[in-house]
C-alpha cells in the first residue's frame, strides 16, 4: 500500500526536512504534493528518483490527499488544518502557539 502525501511548508527548512524523511525511511510514497506559498510554487525539489514540482497552497489542494504533513505558520495552520483534516486520511501540524493542530480521524496504535 502506498499513499498521496502533501506537505504544506514543503520549501522551508523544516518541510524539506519531512520529504527528506519520507524517502530516507522509505515511506511507501505514490504521489508527493509539494505545497507551498504562491511566491515559491513553481519551484522543484528531489524526491526518489526524480523532482517534484512545488504548488501553491489552495483550499483544493487536499483533494485525492490521504496523509497531509503541515510545516507551515499558525495561520497556514489555522485556515488549511480543518480543510485537510476533512479531506485526507490523516493529517498533521507541527506546534505552532495559538494554530489549529489536530490529528484527524486517526489513532495511534498502542
Known sequence: MSFVVAVVGA???VGREMVRTLEQRRFPVKRL????SK???G???AFGTGEVRVEELTPRSF?????ALFSA?????????PIAAAAARWSSTTPA???????SRWSCPR
Open 11 to 13: 520549501t522551508g527548512a
Open 33 to 36: 504534493v509539494a505545497l507551498a
Open 39 to 41: 511566491r515559491s510554487a
Open 43 to 45: 519551484q522543484t525539489l
Open 63 to 67: 483533494d485525492g490527499v490521504q496523509i
Open 73 to 81: 505558520g499558525a495561520s497556514v495552520a489555522r485556515e488549511f488544518g
Open 97 to 103: 502557539p495559538g494554530a489549529w493542530t489536530r490529528t
